[in-house]
């Protein structure tokens, strides 16, 4: 029953894209009024808490000014949030690295501008599989949230480096595409035997089904180097330079307030969330998964090009070629 309970609650997590705002277009401007729309994506969980503190503190409402129209737009996964991105429905926000790449080598308008945040996913073990080490997963079976993520990567890296491999269609070890939300309840059906998976949802299969943690955040792939979540902007937002700035002291002045009040950014968390689905997710479980992770705004640039690397092997992607997909020139300016 806590099983289930859980479950249910982190669910809302993952599940309320469509609460966010759907517009098309890009940050139009009124010609009537001079004013402009914004609009930013994240996705309702912990390792967008930059997004979700700028929101929450209205750090964004403070830099953008009232001639500025701010509209949200959450999502669930990587895919959508580029798709989103794609389609000028969304502006700027907080994506993993993986899927913008991916977007990136086949349309080239998308941009990481600064970084988010390092960390926060794990790589856990069921309590059937008998893995006790990274070997023993060969001829297993690997939940990860979706093909070619930023996890679905990450794991590529930990098995390259014990000379597995792995696959979506069966052979040395298998990847198996799952909402995050599903892997408890794989995990006590006995069918997945790992998962490279998100806070809070690694923490949740330990305490919750059992799981065995086999790598931790700053043992898995990079370590403490690995890029989980990164601010990306199109092309089109990107040649408002005010914007941009206006967008990055937000995000700058979120991530210095989570350094300085880790507590307070976890409840504005719960919060947000609870506001967003009528759900309140667990303090314990928030807290222990915010220890998984880093908040920064710096990028490693050559973990993101190994990232590219992988994926054009695993071949999601024609090309490694992300040349101009990181401008950190906006970012640099402010920090002079």
């Known amino acids: 029953m806590m099983l289930k309970k859980s479950i249910l609650a982190l669910t809302a ?5 469509i609460l966010g705002a759907c517009t098309q277009g890009g940050n139009e401007t009124d010609k009537k009024s001079g004013s402009q729309t914004v609009k930013i994506g994240y996705f309702p969980n ?10 929450e503190n209205g750090y964004f409402k403070e830099e953008f000014g009232d001639a500025v129209t701010i509209e949200t737009k959450t999502v669930n996964n990587g895919g959508l949030f580029m798709e989103a991105m794609t389609t000028k429905a969304i502006d700027v926000g907080t994506v993993g690295p993986g899927p913008l790449l ?24 069921s309590e059937h599989s008998n893995i006790n080490d990274l070997t023993d997963l060969d001829g297993k ?3 990860i949230p979706v093909i070619g993520s930023t996890q679905d990567v990450m794991l590529r890296k930990a098995l390259k480096d014990v000379n597995l491999n792995a696959t979506t269609n069966g052979g040395t070890v298998e990847l198996f595409a799952s909402a995050p939300a599903d892997t408890a309840t794989l995990f006590v059906q006995k069918s997945v035997d790992a998962a490279a998976t998100q806070e809070p949802w690694g923490y949740i299969l330990e305490t919750q089904a059992n799981g065995k943690l086999l790598l931790d955040w700053d043992q ?20 408002n330079k005010e914007l ?13 307030f989570i350094q300085d009040n880790p507590e307070e950014a976890q409840d504005l968390v719960i919060k947000h969330i609870k506001d967003l689905t009528g759900k309140e997710i667990n303090k314990e479980e928030t807290a222990a998964a915010f220890k998984r992770l880093q908040v920064t705004t710096d990028v490693n640039e050559q973990v993101i090009q190994e990232m590219a690397d992988i994926s054009n092997e695993a071949g999601y992607i024609p090309s490694n070629n992300i040349n ?3 401008d950190l020139s906006f970012l640099q300016e402010l920090n002079k």
């Not at 991916?102 to 073990?125: D, E, Q, R, T, W």
């Not at 898995?220 to 937002?237: I, M, Q």
């Open 13 to 17: 997590l993952l599940i309320i894209g």
């Open 46 to 55: 912990l390792t967008h808490i930059a997004t979700i503190v700028a929101l």
């Open 102 to 125: 991916n977007f990136y080598v086949k349309n080239p308008k998308f941009h990481i501008i600064s970084g988010a945040v390092n960390g926060g996913a794990v790589l856990v073990a």
């Open 141 to 143: 079976r690997v939940a």
């Open 220 to 239: 898995f792939a990079w370590g403490k180097e690995s890029t989980n979540t990164v601010v990306a902007a199109r092309d089109e937002f990107m040649e």
């Open 244 to 256: 941009v700035a206006a967008y990055l002291k937000a995000h700058k002045k979120a991530v210095a």
């Open 324 to 326: 101009g997909m990181i």
